[in-house]
């Protein structure tokens, strides 16, 4: 019995270290720190460069014009030449620059922001004019017949574009890529021009004809645009309260006046977190 007693005593004793050294799966829980993120929360500020290409429709630009400068004419109204599409598109690409500032809440690696984006791009679109004529139209009322010929400008220069927009990111290690979306706004000069040239005939002997010309224009500086951004991006923390940022825009401009028009920027900059 006394042997007995004693190898069960024995055994007692190195029971703890058998639960912990050759049965890990009798070991007690153990407390896991939570985990940590870089930090993102907080407001932000910084400056960027980048390159932008622009593009622009004008291929209804020249309707309105025409259509005023047509006004008081029976050949607008018999033949429509204020549908006639004069110009084509333009394109141009240009450094820009510009700044921005944010706010960022944080959930964790979940990242919600907003950000205000402010970029100046020295672009020039000017149109490509096709001339349309001479086209000889129907005769007016049985009484006359046309001779019309109408050429056209138009341009669009020094564009200041902004955005406000809707960020979501999701932190990876010091990276936090992100896309956003929002409302885009800009300021651009604005100018286009037609010029009509209707030679007017009878349309029975004697035949005698007649020359009319007629013009208009349209032209703002400052024009305000408005439309939608969309993109994505990277940032990346490299102090506690510096980041540098890659990323890509697009902005689309409702027409106005009678133009379509777009924006691809492609930047880099580099912030300040507070």
């Known amino acids: 019995m006394r042997r007995v007693f004693c190898a069960l005593l024995v055994l007692g ?127 007016d009322t049985l009484k006359y017949t046309h001779t019309v010929t109408i050429d056209g400008s138009g341009s669009m220069t020094n564009f200041d574009f902004a955005t406000l927009r809707a960020r979501a990111g ?30 007017q005939c009878t349309s029975v002997a004697p035949i005698t004809c007649a020359p009319y010309n007629f013009s208009g224009s349209y032209g703002r500086n400052m024009e305000v645009l408005y439309g939608l951004a969309v993109g994505a991006g990277v940032d990346v923390m490299v102090t506690p309260n510096i980041f540098l940022r890659g990323e890509f825009e697009w902005d689309e401009f409702n027409p106005k006046p009678s133009i379509m028009m777009s924006l691809a920027t492609g930047r880099v900059g580099a912030g300040f977190k507070f």
């Open 13 to 139: 004793l190195a029971s703890p270290a058998l639960a912990d050294d050759d049965y890990p799966f009798l070991r007690e829980g153990k407390t896991v720190g939570p985990a940590t993120f870089t930090r993102w929360s907080g407001f932000y500020l910084g400056g960027q460069l980048g390159y932008t290409n622009g593009n622009a429709d004008f291929s209804e630009a020249t309707g309105p014009v025409v259509a005023y400068a047509l006004r008081q004419s029976t050949l607008e109204a018999d033949f429509s030449p204020s549908t006639w599409q004069l110009l084509r598109t333009a394109n141009q690409s240009a450094p820009s620059y510009g700044g921005f500032v944010g706010y960022n809440t944080q959930w964790q690696d979940l990242v919600l922001g907003i950000e205000a984006n402010l970029n100046h791009a020295p672009l020039t679109l000017t149109a490509q004019s096709t001339p349309i004529g001479p086209l000889i139209t129907a005769p």
């Open 170 to 199: 999701y932190v990876a290690g010091n990276f936090l890529p992100y896309g956003f979306a929002g409302i885009a706004f800009g300021l651009a000069n604005v100018s286009v021009a037609a010029n009509i040239h209707d030679v």
